[in-house]
């Protein structure tokens, strides 16, 4: 059957040609697959409503043609509503650029450099809010800074420059007292030291204009979000839609949508970064679906996943080339498209990012990318908000690259190493097909414990100190002990069948101990039991050295079996290990789970 090999984009974005270590762009435009021009155009109705149905369909078997990718994603990130008119969009494009204009001026009146078209890589003010009268500092707010340069040792151009510089830092030598203009100032050179490195493998870049103009949004996007300012990392978001989006005001606001998806990586306070409430949830996932990764990642001291910072805070720029990195993110954002981003962006209430509002949504599914969907019909059993797609792609190259980082590994360096090597080799439309999978692997094992479970993680769950911790551990006990009955019921169910078929199972006299010729397992099931058990639970975590002190999470808690002749038998300290370890027990054989602050639960085969 005859496949189109696919046209090549790599002359879209042009690379420079000294830079010979690039790695080659694999994505390719297919006919039939790939939205094209044509595509595009005809998804309009003569009023200008898209279907975005169709579309985000399109995007999800082959991608946007590069002719067209920066208006498509003007959707993609919310920027307009799909229900809207040709001329509704018309209005509000020039409201926002006559806004963003407003903004850009409200800057420049703090700092002449904005908009001037030129950029700085020096402080020019200091903690106290002192300027800074230093020559680098004055050359490069030095509007002929090249020409100066150049002719340094010319005594007449050098004293007109020295002229024009004098009247430049006229302008900067006040102090400057309000705190907020002082921390964004200081940001100014930190956005000009990373623009400047900024996909320097592009000729496009080679134009100071697209510098400056990457430059600016940076800074007028620092001024207008002071909760997150500027971080190092959003040049390398925003780069793009410089690329793609002519107009420097729509390049702003495709990059302000995209930041209401991650300005909550950015966030960052004395203790912590915001990246690591996702690195928590990577680490969640991978020990749901491969605990054996999880548990060698731990063991190398790399269970904060610390290693994967770069792939969410840039989602894959550094592992992709250019062009695949494009392609990787309009995958991700057909995949979890929601119709209603829009709607939720425009709403004037604070800290309106995705993911923390959620709206009751329209009758069409076919509105909504697939990830998206997934989390939609498994909404009613989990009312948390749901993760994006970014985490579950990193978890994907995780799983892939399991084998080799379970063999090879053995250190930080080493991790760190394998998954360096992706960089270039990565198809970005098979780690969005194995992120879906691995979704839907997580989604029914999460559900599979909440399931039947749930009443036994709040039996104690209010207590004070300990008592929470119990409630913690014993509910996740429940949903893993649960899964297990299940299992064990539908065997169950398959004696029963057998026996009412007349198949013999089981020798009434033969063993004493009530088990099957053919299985051994005895009839009965474990039984959870919740409690406190000051004395005991304690004597248990810490006489002898017999158990651990639970963690936060309750995933450490010393755990020894009682069987009914008395016999103790120290069974782990590693709550997930000995659950897996929990097979057909003699009629009475009973694990305690002892805790922290003496709580305490069991299990009895009964």
């Not at 050359?139 to 007449?156: C, Q, V, Y």
């Not at 995705?354 to 990318?369: A, D, Y």
């Amino acid at each position: 059957m005859w496949r189109d090999p696919g046209i090549p984009t790599d002359s879209f974005y042009e690379v420079r040609p000294d830079c010979t270590d690039v790695p080659k762009t694999r994505f390719k435009i297919k006919a039939g697959k790939t939205l094209s021009a044509r595509r595009w155009k005809a998804a309009f109705c003569p009023e200008g409503y898209l279907d975005i149905a169709s579309t985000i369909s399109r995007i999800q078997r082959g991608g946007v043609h590069p002719s067209i990718r920066g208006e498509v994603w003007e959707f993609l990130l919310g920027c307009y509503d799909p229900k809207s008119t040709f001329e509704e969009r018309e209005q509000l494009r020039q409201h926002r650029r006559v806004q963003y204009a407003s903004w850009k001026e409200e800057c420049r009146n703090m700092d002449s450099l904005v908009g001037s078209g030129r950029i700085i890589t020096a402080p020019i003010i200091t903690e106290d809010g002192e300027p800074i009268q230093e020559p680098l500092v004055l050359l490069e707010a030095n509007p002929d800074r090249g020409i100066a340069t150049s002719h340094k040792n010319n005594h007449d151009n050098t004293g007109g420059k020295l002229q024009d510089n004098a009247a430049t830092a006229s302008r900067h030598s006040e102090k400057v007292t309000d705190k907020k203009i002082i921390q964004w100032k200081l940001t100014l050179h930190q956005i000009g030291l990373d623009v400047v490195r900024t996909d320097r493998t592009l000729v496009f870049y080679e134009k100071q204009e697209h510098l400056s103009k990457l430059w600016d949004i940076l800074a007028v996007y620092a001024w207008i979000d002071k909760d997150v300012g500027y971080c190092q990392g959003m040049s390398d978001l925003c780069s793009p839609m410089i690329i793609l989006l002519d107009d420097e005001a729509d390049a702003f606001w495709c990059f302000e949508r995209l930041m209401r998806r991650l300005r909550g990586n950015f966030r960052c306070t004395e203790s912590s970064v915001g990246v690591e409430a996702q690195l928590s949830n990577l680490a969640a996932i991978t020990q749901v679906v491969d605990p054996k990764l999880h548990q060698h990642l731990e063991a190398l001291g790399g269970g904060d996943y610390l290693f994967a910072f770069r792939m969410l805070m840039v989602l894959f720029r550094r592992e992709f080339s250019f062009g695949d990195s494009l392609y990787l993110w309009e995958m991700m954002w057909a995949l979890e498209y929601d119709p209603d981003l829009f709607s939720l962006y425009e709403d004037p209430s604070p800290g309106g990012e995705k993911g923390e509002l959620h709206k009751v949504k329209p009758k069409s599914m076919r509105q909504f990318g697939k990830f998206e969907r997934e989390n939609l019909k498994n909404g009613g059993k989990n009312s948390d908000a749901p993760l994006p797609i970014s985490i579950f792609l990193v978890a994907s190259v995780l799983k892939t690259k399991s084998s080799k980082l379970m063999q090879e590994a053995r250190g930080l360096d080493d991790v760190v190493k394998i998954l360096n090597d992706i960089t270039g080799n990565l198809d970005a439309k098979k780690a969005c097909s194995g992120a879906m999978k691995l979704h839907r692997k997580y989604l029914k094992k999460v559900n599979d414990r909440r399931g039947t479970c749930e009443g036994f993680a709040t039996n104690d769950g209010g207590r004070d100190g300990g008592g929470r911790e119990a409630g913690t551990a014993a509910g996740e006990a429940a949903r893993t002990v649960e899964a297990r009955e299940r299992r064990t019921e539908a065997g169950r169910e398959g004696e029963d069948g057998a026996r009412e078929a007349g198949t013999p199972q089981r020798n009434a006299g033969g063993d004493g101990g009530g088990r099957d010729r053919q299985s051994t397992r005895p009839a009965g099931r474990w039984r959870l039991h919740l409690g406190r058990d000051g004395g005991e639970a304690r004597r248990r975590r810490d006489g002898g050295g017999r158990g651990t002190p639970a963690d936060g999470g309750g995933s450490q808690i010393s755990v020894s079996e009682r069987r009914p002749n008395g016999e103790e038998k120290q069974t782990g300290t590693r709550f997930f290990g000995c659950l897996n370890q929990l097979g057909s027990r003699d009629p009475g054989s009973r694990l305690v789970f002892a805790g922290h602050l003496g709580c305490h639960m069991a299990l009895t085969w009964r």
